[in-house]
């Protein structure tokens, strides 16, 4: 039963304490799964990021249902799942009204401002992190893990090739190298 409990308090806290969803909730589920629980490793989340990335959805869900999973089967996804989404959904459905008259007031407009350089930051610190389990060299055909993020960066950045194409292209490199 705790582990359920803490299933539902890590993800409330990391879903629901991030400004700017998606990859700005990456730090915080990290936070909570490998750092705080240990219910994985660095490399263990590294992975399930990269396989929730290579799914359609919001990021958050997909990966409290897989860590959920891992942790207590079913009903870990369904309460890792709950604590992602439900405290928003009660939040817009109660608070709506109250959010409508102050979306476009200075004073939330500089808070937000304000939150995104620590966003910013938070990204930047789990990217290293994950990068220090991706491009572990110990051989030259591990290389090949640096040339497909250096291609996969280059065509973002140069040609804007959607991320599904790069995604669904390095499960194919990756099979046919490793």
Request: hydrophobic share 55%; net charge positive; proline share 5%.
């Amino acid at each position: 039963m705790k582990e359920l409990w803490d299933l539902f308090v890590g993800f409330f806290r990391a879903s629901n304490l991030g400004f700017g969803g998606g990859p700005a909730v990456i730090p915080l589920l990290k936070t909570e799964a490998v750092d705080h629980y240990h219910w994985m490793t660095n490399a263990q989340f590294s992975d399930a990021y990269a396989a929730a990335n290579a799914l359609p959805g919001p990021i958050a869900t997909k990966m409290a249902s897989y860590i959920g999973y891992q942790i207590a089967s079913w009903p870990g996804a369904l309460v890792a799942l709950a604590g992602t989404i439900l405290p928003t959904v009660l939040l817009l459905i109660f608070a709506g009204k109250l959010l409508d008259k102050y979306a476009s007031s200075r004073e939330l407009k500089a808070m937000l401002k304000g939150v995104r350089p620590v966003v910013t930051a938070l990204l930047v610190v789990v990217a290293l992190d994950m990068a220090k389990s991706a491009f572990i060299i110990k051989a030259p055909l591990d290389l090949a893990t640096v040339g497909i993020a250096a291609v996969a960066a280059a065509a973002i950045y140069f040609r804007n090739v959607h991320p599904i194409i790069l995604i669904v292209s390095s499960m194919m490199v990756g099979y046919l190298i490793w």
